[in-house]
């Protein structure tokens, strides 16, 4: 039972990834802010990993926690490595899933560098273009 769940995810996931690169996913999202190359690394990886418990845009979504708030200053996970580490270790029986063999740090660096620029209102909610 557990290996059928495990095994639609990731057709999900393997679904989702090819999906960023068509231009196609891309059309409803009004072009965003200016961002570093890390940061659209991150909104690409956030889109395609996590988007779908914690929202397009990280604005929210009745299933998992909301990561603006988790973010900001005084949140639970607002530092980088605390945010780091519930991403790499998940939260087993928490509906979190481990991301540790599925991201490199840096992909997760560049997650956090864009939920936290969303979170501090450095970017804008839509499909942020990358620094030339
Ligand atoms: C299958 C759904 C799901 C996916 C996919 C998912 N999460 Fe979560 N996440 C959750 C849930 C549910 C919680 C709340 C767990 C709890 O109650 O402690 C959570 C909690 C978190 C927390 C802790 C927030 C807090 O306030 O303590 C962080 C950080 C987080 N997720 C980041 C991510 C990132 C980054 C990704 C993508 C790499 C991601 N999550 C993908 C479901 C998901």
Known sequence: MTCVKLSARYVALVA???APSSDGWAQGAQPGSQVSAREYEGWRQYSVHCARCHGQDVLGNPVAANLLESTRDGGPVAGHEA?????????PGRGMPAFAEVLSKEQGDAIYSYVKGRAEGKIAAGRPKPSP
């Open 83 to 91: 945010f780091l580490a519930v991403v790499l270790a998940g939260r």
């Open 16 to 18: 989702l990834g090819a």
